[in-house]
């Protein structure tokens, strides 16, 4: 059983970031979920990022499953997986059932603005730039002013406003 520290985590990932190999990274990742026994970083967390690197390396059914292991582990992550589940189940060409989970996330009363911002980017990504937007502007509403995020919702919102020819409203005028 592997003790994971935050350390370790970023070790991995500049190797890998180095190498360019999704793949490789990916199943390490996917190993020491498996070999996880606790640290400074949740097995959710390593899940959804092995989820991404699966993604990355061309390979949506194991990122899907990744997602799955993450969110029936429950620990915290940077994103709730059901936002990962939702982006693998557009890009495997089953849109009804991403927007089913993206549904039932909006349902909610408090949604992590990292999910919220990886929703509207998922949406734009696949043509909805209208539900993009409406996901952005309520993480940004909703986003604590110091929340590093916040700036990052305040640009993608944006974008997404520029992409649909809007003129800029009191919110784009935060953008810096």
């Known amino acids: 059983m ?7 985590l970023d070790r ?28 400074d970083v949740s097995r959710a967390s390593i899940l959804v990022l092995a989820a991404e ?4 390396a061309g390979q949506p059914a194991r990122a899907m499953d990744c997602f799955q292991r993450a969110l ?42 990292a999910t919220a911002h990886n929703i509207a980017e998922t949406l734009v ?9 409406e996901w952005a502007t309520q993480a940004v509403l909703s986003c604590d002013k110091d929340d590093p995020e916040h700036v990052a919702l305040l640009r993608t919102r944006y974008r997404i406003r520029v ?6 409203d009191d919110l784009d005028a935060l953008v810096s």
Do not use: K, M, N
């Open 53 to 56: 690197e699966w993604r990355a």
């Open 12 to 39: 991995l990932l500049e190797r890998a970031l180095l190498a360019d190999d999704h793949s490789s990274l990916a199943r390490q990742l996917d190993d020491l979920a498996h070999d996880y026994s606790e640290g």
């Open 125 to 133: 990504a696949y043509g909805d730039l209208r539900g993009g937007l």
């Open 2 to 8: 592997a003790y994971v520290t935050r350390e370790h």
């Open 72 to 113: 029936e582990d429950g620990g915290e992550a940077s994103i709730d997986p059901r936002a990962g589940i939702a982006d693998t189940l557009f890009e495997l060409e089953r849109p009804d059932e991403a927007r089913e989970i993206i549904e039932a996330l909006r349902a909610e009363p408090a949604i992590q603005p």
């Open 163 to 168: 992409d649909l020819g809007l003129p800029e």
